[in-house]
RNA sequence: GUCCCCAUCGUCUAGCCUGGUCCAGGACACCACCCUUUCACGGUGAGAACCGGGGUUCGAAUCCCCGUGGGGACGCCA
């Protein structure tokens, strides 16, 4: 097969959402498996709906998730390209000239001030029931779509089209067909939802003389709960939503893949490396698939758990400056950096997200520890726990803060010479230094704490 | 209303093309148990699906038809 050329076209009217992600990583995947190549085309023809927040919001976005192009505007390492200028609002000259084009050889023509694609066959008139109004219709044979993901479609187009809007402005469909054809796109991988666009675009292109590119139609991504497609205000659609969270742009690409498409066994985490060298066309399924929050928020935590301690804590801070305006994180950037990391790594293989990380780490950055009062009652309530609190300071001049076995050791020791276990000693020491019943271990808390801050702490759960 | 697409556990899906190996496998979620020094992770197990009806066939989740359901499109939006 000739050299693929695939391109994603998103106009800059909105947030960027799971949707457009998922269909720029489709062409993305098939760019790199291919060894093709991948165009970023901003589609911003509808001049009262765009805007620069959201074209920057777009190059983000796609930078975030990894997802660089060969082709398009010039943004960091990505862009470029011998087919430009690749913003349609930068193409006007060259969309005239193609509907001259069209109007010279017959295939176009004025009315009402807009320009219209002219269908070939005998016109008719008919009333249609749903517009209310009589329209003129042609009699062309159905259009025949060869889909790479769907099969053979066959859809009937029988009316004449605007192409260019009265005020000059060229419609959608023109600038689709007129720039896949100029930059030599040779598939066209997009949501379902353009498929019954699609008859539109093929006499396009047979009013241009070109033979059309491969279509590939591809399912749509349902709302979580309720009726409908997935649009840009459900819950969890945004992409920014997930990087502010602190989501791994990994995590999302490799959740994003699976959402209609499969390596066709039961592998689900896998690296893009792998996902790149299995991904194909005839592999995307046909029907709509439903968003699911929970099983993206598993994957991310899978990634999470992998991830080097550089990275992790490195994620971490960025997760922490996100919020920098809440006391809690602003104390946590402030700690010793070296503090902060052992931190971090210590409640790395606890969390589910980034996002969870300030509140659950909140007691290691202030000496003002929040104590749940439900925890504080049951483990104040059972056995003696003060007279677990005096030997824990007893014996805390001597022990070893070395490492988490020496910890374990001599809390282990304490437990023996009283004739109690090693539990007797953990929750109350826990109550005392975190002020609740979760987190880390208690010799890795006891470890990063330092003895100072643990026996300041045991001295005021036993005050109290 | 018209046209187009789709249909396996609650959800994502494997199997369907090339019918028997499927009383349908995996994952998320949920529940139970185990592990354990709390909380997680992890492990084991349970419950949970071939939309309905006709056909074709010795045999259908797999092929065909009709229903039904879901989705999309029907703009001088993209």
Redesign the pocket.
């Known amino acids: 097969m000739s050299h693929v050329r695939v391109r994603f076209?998103?106009?800059p009217?909105g947030f960027f959402h799971i949707g457009s992600a998922r269909t720029a990583l489709f062409n993305w995947l098939y760019a790199r498996h291919t060894g093709g190549t991948f165009i970023l085309r901003i589609?911003?023809?509808?001049k009262e709906?765009n805007s620069e927040a959201f074209l920057n919001l777009i190059y983000d976005s796609l930078g975030w998730l990894g997802l660089n192009w060969d082709e398009g505007p010039r943004v960091g390492t990505s862009g470029g390209g011998d087919f430009g200028p690749y913003r349609q609002s930068e193409r006007s000259a060259i969309y005239r000239e193609q509907v001259d084009r069209l109007l010279a050889a017959g295939r176009a023509y004025e009315?009402?001030?807009?320009i219209w694609f002219k269908l070939l066959g005998e016109r008719y008139e008919v009333f249609?029931?749903?517009?209310q109004k009589t329209v003129t219709k042609v009699r062309v044979p159905p259009v025949v779509i060869e889909d790479r993901i769907?099969?053979r479609?066959?859809?009937?187009e029988d009316e004449d089209?605007?192409i260019v809007?009265?005020?000059g402005?060229p419609?959608?469909?023109l600038v689709n067909v007129v720039d896949d054809i100029a930059m030599r796109v040779t598939h066209i991988i997009r949501g379902?939802?353009?498929?019954?666009?699609t008859s539109k675009h093929v006499h396009l292109y047979e009013g241009f003389g070109v033979k059309p590119p491969e279509f590939a139609h591809i399912?749509?991504i349902?709302k979580q709960s309720g009726?409908?497609?997935m649009s840009k205000r459900d819950q969890g659609a945004l992409i920014e939503e997930y990087q502010r969270r602190g989501y791994l742009p990994e995590a999302l690409v490799n959740f994003l893949c699976?959402?209609?498409w499969?390596p066709?066994?039961?592998r689900?985490k896998m690296p893009i490396a792998e996902i790149i060298r299995l991904f194909d066309l005839p592999g995307v399924?046909?029907?709509?698939?439903?968003f699911?929050e929970?099983?993206l928020?598993?994957m991310n935590?899978?990634y999470l758990?992998e991830l080097p301690a550089d990275r992790f804590v490195a994620e971490a801070r960025a997760g922490f400056a996100r919020q920098a305006e809440t006391p809690a994180a602003r104390a946590a950037l402030a700690a010793p950096v070296e503090y902060f990391r052992e931190v971090m790594l210590l409640s790395q293989?606890?969390?589910?997200g980034i996002e969870e990380l300030p509140a659950y780490t909140a007691y290691f950055f202030t000496e003002d520890v929040a104590v749940d009062p439900k925890v504080r009652d049951k483990v104040m309530g059972k056995g003696d726990p003060k007279a677990r609190l005096r030997e824990l300071l007893a014996a805390l001049p001597e022990m070893n803060f070395a490492s988490?076995a020496a910890i374990?050791e001599a809390?282990k020791a304490l437990a023996t010479r009283h004739g109690l276990g090693?539990?007797d000693y953990?929750?109350v020491a826990?109550l005392a230094v975190s002020g609740t019943?979760?987190?880390?271990?208690?010799?890795g808390l006891f470890r990063v704490l330092g003895r100072a801050r643990v026996q300041a702490r045991l001295e005021r759960l036993l005050a109290a």
Do not use: C, W, Y
């Open positions: 076209a998103p106009s009217t589609e911003d023809t509808d709906r009315k009402d001030g807009a249609d029931d749903h517009r769907r099969g479609v066959e859809r009937l089209f605007v809007r009265s005020d402005s419609v959608f469909h379902e939802d353009h498929l019954s666009n399912p749509l349902l009726p409908g497609k699976l959402l209609g499969n066709g066994d039961d689900e399924n046909q029907s709509n698939a439903r699911d929970k099983k928020a598993h935590m899978a758990l293989p606890k969390i589910r988490d374990e809390l090693f539990g953990q929750a826990r019943n979760a987190g880390p271990s208690i010799t």
